[in-house]
């Protein structure tokens, strides 16, 4: 029987790349989000499944469950993807913001998660969530975005922990800089800042990054594509920073560096 892979946020960015990288390993492709047509694109260009719903309530996680288990008759992966940032320190964060970012990056996962173990239990199948290197390392003016990551990476592992001896999998990938249209907001602020165009300002960001560039929403894809395959059958609970090596790198050291 052909598995099915829910996607949510899966109509842009890393989550419509994922799309596309399971249809081609032969999975019945299910995206599901808020805006209705970039999910019925993505599902018309990978001969998938277009849900509208909103998984920060626990209804819009349930009906995109449902409506994914109605449609192929079962759910095999789940890919969480959906993201929202609300740049800002601590002392200048609203509430609204705040709680916008937490419903989004967390509430949602938790919610959607939870309405899809059911089904994945019974086909011992997977979960991958997409956190962020925000969710392993501190950045600036970034308190809702980055505490949203992090809990998003020890909601993953707790059901890791709670749910791999019922059969279920579930591993979080952390990219680092992915140009995707969420990222090009924020690499134009710094465009605008240093005076210069988004290639530029990209290469800026990349500067002290090992692979000195961004990644492409393909590449990131391909390791969600993994965790989610029977392939990475023994992973379980993992953290895969997608990054270029960011993650690994000491900023004090930098000075030293011979080619810097």
Same mark, same amino acid.
């Given at each position: 029987?052909?598995p099915?892979?829910?996607?949510? +946020? /899966? ?5 419509? $790349?994922?799309?596309?990288?399971? %249809?081609? #390993?032969?999975?019945?492709? =299910? *995206?599901?989000?808020?805006?209705v ?7 018309s260009?990978? +001969? /998938? ?5 909103? $998984?920060?309530t626990?209804?819009? %996680?349930? #009906?995109?469950?449902?409506? =994914? *288990? ?8 789940l ?5 929202? +940032?609300a740049?800002?320190m601590?002392a ?26 059911p089904?994945?239990?019974k086909s ?16 600036p ?19 890791a922990?709670?749910?791999g ?11 680092g ?24 300002a ?5 500067a002290?990054?090992?692979?000195r ?15 989610a ?7 379980n609970?993992?953290?895969l ?5 960011a ?14």
């Amino acid at each position: 029987m052909t598995p099915t892979v829910l996607i949510i +946020g /899966g109509g842009t960015g890393i989550g419509a $790349a994922v799309a596309a990288r399971m %249809a081609a #390993s032969g999975y019945a492709v =299910c *995206v599901s989000g808020r805006r209705v047509a970039p999910l019925e694109a993505v599902a018309s260009a990978v +001969g /998938g499944f277009a849900v509208s719903a909103d $998984a920060s309530t626990p209804e819009g %996680a349930s #009906s995109a469950v449902e409506a =994914c *288990v109605e449609r192929f008759g079962r759910l095999d992966a789940l890919v969480v993807s959906a993201g929202a +940032g609300a740049g800002a320190m601590v002392a200048e964060q609203t509430i609204e913001r705040w709680n916008l970012v937490i419903g989004t990056n967390l509430t949602a996962p938790f919610l959607v998660c939870r309405a899809a173990l059911p089904h994945l239990i019974k086909s011992r199948g997977a979960i991958v969530t997409v956190s962020s290197l925000a969710g392993l390392r501190a950045d600036p003016a970034s308190a809702a975005y980055c505490s949203s990551k992090a809990g998003l990476v020890m909601l993953t592992q707790c059901i890791a922990l709670d749910y791999g001896p019922l059969g279920v999998r579930a591993n979080t990938v952390c990219p680092g800089w992915i140009r995707t249209a969420m990222a090009d907001e924020e690499i134009d602020v710094l465009a605008e800042r240093r005076g210069v165009d988004r290639d530029r300002a990209y290469s800026i960001a990349a500067a002290d990054i090992p692979a000195r560039r961004a990644g492409t929403p393909e590449e990131a894809a391909e390791a969600v594509a993994w965790l989610a395959s029977p392939a990475a059958s023994y992973v379980n609970g993992a953290v895969l920073a997608v990054d270029g090596g960011a993650a690994i790198v000491d900023a004090g050291t930098l000075a030293f560096a011979p080619h810097a």
